[in-house]
């Protein structure tokens, strides 16, 4: 039906994405502060070892070396400079030392790199070689080294650092039972545990405000679910090829849940030649339901920050959320 051909091509047509961030000279100045961590990094490994991980970070992570490294340039703005914000918001408290600042970026820098490493090493993108184990080991390293003086001084700083710790592995342990997608967005939360150590950690320097500290972890956490589900978005058709059980699949009913979870034995097997975009189309509303949460994630972080002055990072939650909220429905 010629009805159906442009539903499927305006599906083909509309990407899903957030928008560009524009960011300020400070922000600018913790992005290449927070590739320089990850330059010390690189040096801190065996000399042996520096060309393979080179080729490691250009292959994998797409990193630019040339004219400048900028390995941060693969992380939406918000996610590192959530500790600019923290740092210049007057309103918060006392200001934070040269050497807390420097400790947060190094355990930060860290934690970004590990999660996407931990992912890829479990889903099996990546496999478990010498120099994987290495950087993996190297950064776990670095990271707890760094979030030992910055954890000193805070009241019960060492829970804070062993809780969140103990959240992280607790979420990628034995898989628990999802059956919704709030149940989904709640598990990747608590994945998101060592990125909140740091920003925690540097909130309670300087508020002794249960409210702010709690807060803040809700915007970042909204942030992160928000890029989770966009990332979800951007990998429908391989999701679904692959079986992977995405935010997509948590909004589907049970029929549909089946059809996806059957595509990958279809496709193992060469039993039936899928069509997966021509399939999804169908289930438009799902998708739209999933852009609609995006939005409504990044407002909450939005809404959350503004309540501390925290306008400029407010205002990059804006940034992000623009495309997404300009674009028409599906359905």
Same mark, same amino acid.
Request: hydrophobic letters at 45%; a negative charge; glycine letters at 6%.
């Given at each position: 039906?010629?009805?159906?051909?442009?539903?499927?091509?305006?599906?083909?047509?509309?990407?899903?994405?957030?928008?560009?961030?524009?960011?300020?000279?400070?922000? /600018?100045?913790?992005?290449? /502060?927070?590739?320089?961590?990850?330059?010390?990094?690189?040096?801190?490994?065996?000399?042996?070892?520096?060309?393979?991980?080179?080729?490691? !970070?250009?292959?994998?992570?797409?990193?630019? !070396?040339?004219?400048?490294?900028?390995?941060?340039?693969?992380?939406?703005?918000?996610?590192?400079?959530?500790?600019?914000?923290? @740092?210049?918001?007057?309103?918060?408290?006392?200001?934070?030392?040269? /050497?807390?600042?420097?400790?947060?970026?190094?355990?930060?820098?860290?934690?970004?790199?590990?999660?996407?490493?931990?992912?890829?090493?479990?889903?099996?993108?990546?496999?478990?070689?010498?120099?994987?184990?290495?950087?993996?080991?190297?950064?776990?390293?670095?990271?707890?080294?760094? +979030?030992?003086?910055?954890?000193?001084?805070?009241?019960?700083?060492?829970?804070?650092?062993?809780?969140?710790?103990?959240?992280?592995?607790?979420?990628?342990?034995?898989?628990?039972?999802?059956? =919704?997608?709030?149940?989904?967005?709640?598990?990747?939360?608590?994945?998101?545990?060592?990125?909140?150590?740091?920003?925690? *950690?540097?909130? *309670?320097?300087?508020?002794?405000?249960?409210?702010?500290?709690?807060? *803040?972890?809700?915007?970042? @956490?909204? !942030?992160?679910?928000?890029?989770?589900?966009?990332?979800?978005?951007?990998?429908?058709?391989?999701?679904?090829?692959?079986?992977?059980?995405?935010?997509?699949?948590?909004?589907?009913?049970?029929?549909?849940?089946?059809?996806?979870? +059957?595509?990958?034995?279809?496709?193992?097997?060469?039993?039936?030649? *899928?069509?997966?975009?021509?399939?999804?189309?169908?289930?438009? =509303?799902?998708?739209?339901?999933?852009?609609?949460?995006?939005?409504?994630?990044?407002?909450?972080?939005?809404?959350?920050?503004?309540?501390?002055?925290?306008?400029?990072?407010?205002? /990059? !939650?804006?940034?992000?959320?623009?495309?997404?909220?300009?674009?028409?429905?599906?359905?």
């Amino acid at each position: 039906m010629a009805g159906d051909h442009t539903i499927k091509k305006r599906f083909l047509d509309q990407t899903f994405r957030f928008g560009d961030v524009p960011l300020d000279d400070g922000v /600018e100045a913790l992005r290449r /502060e927070l590739n320089q961590e990850m330059i010390r990094f690189l040096r801190s490994l065996p000399p042996a070892t520096h060309t393979d991980a080179i080729i490691f !970070f250009m292959q994998h992570f797409k990193t630019a !070396f040339v004219p400048e490294f900028d390995y941060f340039r693969n992380y939406y703005a918000p996610a590192w400079s959530i500790l600019y914000w923290i @740092g210049r918001e007057s309103s918060l408290g006392p200001t934070i030392t040269r /050497e807390d600042y420097h400790h947060a970026k190094t355990a930060h820098a860290m934690a970004l790199f590990l999660h996407p490493l931990d992912d890829h090493l479990n889903d099996g993108q990546l496999s478990a070689t010498h120099l994987t184990l290495l950087l993996r080991s190297q950064a776990w390293m670095l990271m707890n080294i760094a +979030l030992k003086p910055l954890a000193d001084g805070v009241e019960g700083g060492k829970t804070v650092v062993s809780d969140f710790l103990n959240e992280y592995y607790a979420s990628i342990g034995t898989h628990p039972h999802i059956d =919704s997608l709030d149940g989904y967005c709640t598990h990747f939360r608590k994945q998101m545990a060592t990125g909140m150590i740091a920003p925690t *950690l540097l909130v *309670l320097k300087r508020s002794a405000a249960d409210r702010v500290t709690e807060d *803040l972890q809700r915007a970042y @956490g909204a !942030f992160g679910v928000a890029w989770r589900l966009l990332d979800d978005l951007q990998d429908i058709t391989s999701d679904r090829m692959s079986g992977s059980r995405s935010a997509v699949y948590y909004g589907l009913d049970g029929h549909q849940r089946r059809e996806w979870d +059957l595509a990958r034995v279809k496709v193992h097997e060469r039993r039936a030649a *899928l069509s997966p975009v021509g399939e999804i189309w169908e289930i438009n =509303s799902v998708l739209d339901t999933i852009r609609a949460r995006i939005i409504q994630e990044l407002e909450l972080a939005a809404n959350l920050v503004t309540q501390f002055g925290m306008n400029g990072l407010a205002a /990059e !939650f804006a940034a992000l959320v623009r495309p997404l909220a300009d674009r028409p429905a599906l359905t």
